[in-house]
């Protein structure tokens, strides 16, 4: 009923910037949190970040200065703007969702590959 796409990911190479945006559509009552997980080979996924329905915002220690989320509740949309990025922020990320209709479910979007490299 609801489906979370992914785009802006790419190759960029260390110090450059990637900006990730997730649009959420179909049977939507409200967002609550939006957020970013991400997911190396061989590594367990982890939360990036995550924003509330009010604004309130969460990072990774690993991410923290350097990345920044965003939400645009008219269009039920999650931004993800990386600078300075780093090798290691290699992965596939995915954008999650918490809506509610009648019930309160977590939606993951399909994943956008961001790969850092010289």
């Known amino acids: 009923q609801v489906q979370l796409v992914e785009s802006g990911g790419g190759l960029v190479q260390p110090g450059g910037s990637l900006r990730l945006s997730c649009a959420a559509s179909?049977?939507?009552?409200?967002?609550?949190?939006m957020g970013w997980y991400r997911q190396a080979p061989g590594k367990q996924r982890e939360l990036v970040a995550a924003?509330?329905?009010?604004?309130?915002?969460n990072y990774a220690d690993s991410v923290k200065g350097r990345f920044t989320i965003s939400r645009d509740n008219a269009k039920n949309t999650v931004n993800l703007q990386m600078n300075n990025l780093k090798p290691e922020d290699t992965a596939v990320y995915y954008c999650?969702?918490?809506?509610?209709?009648?019930?309160?479910?977590?939606?993951w979007g399909q994943g956008t590959q961001v790969t850092v490299s010289s």
């Open positions: 179909g049977k939507i009552f409200r967002i609550y949190t």
């Open positions: 924003v509330t329905s009010g604004g309130s915002t």
């Open positions: 999650q969702a918490n809506i509610q209709y009648d019930v309160l479910r977590v939606y």
